[in-house]
């Protein structure tokens, strides 16, 4: 992947304020793979202290939706159409993080989908997996 392409990536996703409220920010770019890491802040909490769903799902989306991007041409954006998260366990630790993957690029249509993890004590658990579509959009 080329320089340009990531640089791109980087870029919309500093524009996202959604992102910038959570703390949020990317880790990693490669072709078809992105990588998103958020702290679990005092104000991404749920009422029994653990990262609420809302930040898992939304950094899981973008994870997805950014790797998406990744193998679209460069005047192209993408939109969720739709995307399902399944909760396996609960948020604890102090950081998550999303690696979203493509499993099927398309010029209509991109099937994605992503794992979070919660990392406390050098230690990863898998917490949430997404499955989704993106749409292309002209940019």
Do not use: C, W
């Not at 630790?93 to 099937?111: E, F, M, S």
């Not at 994605?112 to 004590?121: I, P, Q, T, Y």
């Amino acid at each position: 992947m080329d320089a340009g392409n990531t640089d791109r990536i980087r870029r919309s996703f500093a524009a996202q304020a959604m992102m910038a409220t959570l703390g949020a920010e990317i880790t990693a770019v490669a072709e078809g793979a992105v990588e998103i890491t958020a702290p679990i802040l005092p104000s991404a909490t749920q009422q029994q202290g653990y990262g609420h769903a809302g930040l898992t799902f939304s950094i899981g989306d973008s994870a997805a939706g950014y790797a998406a991007l990744t193998m679209l041409p460069p005047d192209t954006e993408v939109v969720t159409a739709e995307i399902k998260i399944n909760l396996l366990a609960p948020a604890i630790g102090d950081t998550l993080r999303a690696r979203g993957r493509v499993i099927k690029p398309g010029r209509r249509l991109v099937v994605v989908s992503s794992e979070v993890h919660a990392l406390k004590d050098g230690t990863e658990t898998l917490i949430a997996v997404l499955q989704g579509t993106m749409v292309p959009v002209p940019g």
